[in-house]
Protein backbone atom coordinates (compact mmCIF):
# COMPACT_ATOMS: atom_id res chain seq x y z
CA UNK A 1 0.00 0.00 0.00
CA UNK A 2 0.92 3.53 0.36
CA UNK A 3 1.35 5.62 3.18
CA UNK A 4 1.39 9.34 3.54
CA UNK A 5 2.36 12.00 6.17
CA UNK A 6 1.05 15.16 5.32
CA UNK A 7 2.12 18.40 6.91
CA UNK A 8 1.62 22.35 5.89
CA UNK A 9 -1.53 23.11 6.63
CA UNK A 10 -3.00 26.17 8.96
CA UNK A 11 -4.79 28.88 9.22
CA UNK A 12 -3.65 32.88 7.07
CA UNK A 13 -4.69 35.82 6.25
CA UNK A 14 -5.18 36.44 2.50
CA UNK A 15 -2.48 37.17 0.52
CA UNK A 16 -0.22 35.39 3.10
CA UNK A 17 1.39 32.11 1.88
CA UNK A 18 1.73 27.99 3.20
CA UNK A 19 3.60 25.39 2.16
CA UNK A 20 1.70 22.02 2.33
CA UNK A 21 3.99 19.08 2.08
CA UNK A 22 3.13 14.88 1.24
CA UNK A 23 6.06 12.54 2.12
CA UNK A 24 5.03 8.65 0.57
CA UNK A 25 6.23 5.38 1.31
CA UNK A 26 5.24 1.73 1.39
CA UNK A 27 5.75 -1.56 -0.50
CA UNK A 28 3.48 -0.37 -3.01
CA UNK A 29 4.94 3.20 -3.75
CA UNK A 30 8.40 1.55 -3.43
CA UNK A 31 8.12 -1.05 -5.58
CA UNK A 32 5.83 0.31 -8.56
CA UNK A 33 5.02 3.89 -8.67
CA UNK A 34 8.77 5.69 -7.44
CA UNK A 35 10.38 7.10 -10.18
CA UNK A 36 8.25 6.06 -12.60
CA UNK A 37 4.85 7.91 -12.39
CA UNK A 38 3.49 11.03 -11.29
CA UNK A 39 2.11 12.80 -8.05
CA UNK A 40 -0.80 15.62 -7.78
CA UNK A 41 -2.76 17.94 -5.13
CA UNK A 42 -6.07 18.09 -4.60
CA UNK A 43 -8.36 20.00 -2.94
CA UNK A 44 -12.26 19.49 -1.18
CA UNK A 45 -14.31 22.22 -0.34
CA UNK A 46 -17.70 21.72 1.94
CA UNK A 47 -20.69 20.40 -0.20
CA UNK A 48 -18.29 20.50 -3.33
CA UNK A 49 -16.50 18.13 -5.64
CA UNK A 50 -13.05 17.04 -5.36
CA UNK A 51 -11.16 19.19 -7.90
CA UNK A 52 -7.02 18.66 -9.38
CA UNK A 53 -4.42 21.37 -7.95
CA UNK A 54 -1.53 20.82 -9.38
CA UNK A 55 0.05 17.68 -11.01
CA UNK A 56 3.27 16.47 -11.39
CA UNK A 57 4.88 13.97 -13.35
CA UNK A 58 7.82 11.84 -13.11
CA UNK A 59 9.88 14.41 -15.66
CA UNK A 60 8.96 17.39 -13.48
CA UNK A 61 6.05 18.08 -15.97
CA UNK A 62 3.33 20.45 -14.35
CA UNK A 63 -0.26 20.73 -15.01
CA UNK A 64 -2.03 23.41 -12.96
CA UNK A 65 -6.23 24.43 -12.10
CA UNK A 66 -6.63 27.84 -13.55
CA UNK A 67 -7.25 29.34 -10.35
CA UNK A 68 -4.28 28.83 -8.84
CA UNK A 69 -1.81 29.65 -11.72
CA UNK A 70 0.86 31.84 -11.13
CA UNK A 71 0.23 31.64 -6.88
CA UNK A 72 0.66 28.06 -6.69
CA UNK A 73 3.87 26.03 -7.67
CA UNK A 74 3.99 22.01 -7.57
CA UNK A 75 7.36 20.18 -6.80
CA UNK A 76 8.98 16.77 -5.40
CA UNK A 77 12.26 15.89 -4.05
CA UNK A 78 12.66 12.45 -5.18
CA UNK A 79 14.95 11.24 -2.27
CA UNK A 80 13.24 12.04 0.02
CA UNK A 81 9.90 10.65 -1.63
CA UNK A 82 8.31 14.13 -0.71
CA UNK A 83 6.03 16.18 -2.68
CA UNK A 84 5.25 19.68 -2.30
CA UNK A 85 2.63 22.99 -2.99
CA UNK A 86 3.85 26.50 -2.33
CA UNK A 87 1.06 28.43 -2.31
CA UNK A 88 1.10 32.14 -2.74
CA UNK A 89 -0.94 35.02 -2.39
CA UNK A 90 -3.96 32.63 -1.05
CA UNK A 91 -7.52 33.93 -1.30
CA UNK A 92 -10.77 32.86 1.06
CA UNK A 93 -11.73 30.63 -1.82
CA UNK A 94 -8.54 28.47 -1.70
CA UNK A 95 -9.88 27.32 2.05
CA UNK A 96 -10.16 23.44 1.89
CA UNK A 97 -8.77 20.34 2.60
CA UNK A 98 -5.76 19.27 0.62
CA UNK A 99 -4.65 16.05 -0.03
CA UNK A 100 -2.26 14.11 -2.05
CA UNK A 101 -2.50 11.37 -4.51
CA UNK A 102 -0.12 9.32 -7.03
CA UNK A 103 -0.69 8.56 -10.26
CA UNK A 104 -2.34 5.01 -10.37
CA UNK A 105 -1.74 2.74 -13.68
CA UNK A 106 -4.64 0.50 -14.01
CA UNK A 107 -3.60 -2.63 -12.43
CA UNK A 108 -2.46 -0.96 -9.46
CA UNK A 109 -5.67 0.88 -8.51
CA UNK A 110 -7.38 0.99 -5.32
CA UNK A 111 -10.45 2.74 -3.38
CA UNK A 112 -11.86 5.97 -4.98
CA UNK A 113 -9.86 7.37 -7.68
CA UNK A 114 -10.33 10.57 -10.09
CA UNK A 115 -8.95 11.51 -13.49
CA UNK A 116 -7.16 14.60 -13.94
CA UNK A 117 -5.47 15.51 -17.07
CA UNK A 118 -5.77 12.53 -18.83
CA UNK A 119 -4.41 10.71 -15.81
CA UNK A 120 -6.14 8.47 -12.94
CA UNK A 121 -5.17 9.31 -9.26
CA UNK A 122 -5.54 7.13 -6.41
CA UNK A 123 -4.46 6.41 -2.49
CA UNK A 124 -5.37 9.26 -1.18
CA UNK A 125 -3.35 10.95 2.19
CA UNK A 126 -5.60 11.85 5.07
CA UNK A 127 -5.77 15.67 4.08
CA UNK A 128 -4.55 19.02 5.65
CA UNK A 129 -7.04 21.65 5.90
CA UNK A 130 -6.36 25.29 4.68
CA UNK A 131 -8.04 28.41 5.78
CA UNK A 132 -7.42 31.50 4.61
CA UNK A 133 -9.63 34.61 6.22
CA UNK A 134 -10.65 37.61 4.70
Known amino acids: QVQWVESGGGSVQAGGSLRLSCAAS?????????????MGWFRQQPGKEREGVAVIDVDGNTNYADSVKGRFTISQDNAKNTLYLQMNNLKPEDTAMYSC???????????????????????WGQGTQVTVSS
Open 101 to 123: AIETPPDLVSGPTQLMWGREFSY
Open 26 to 38: GYLYNEYIKNKYG
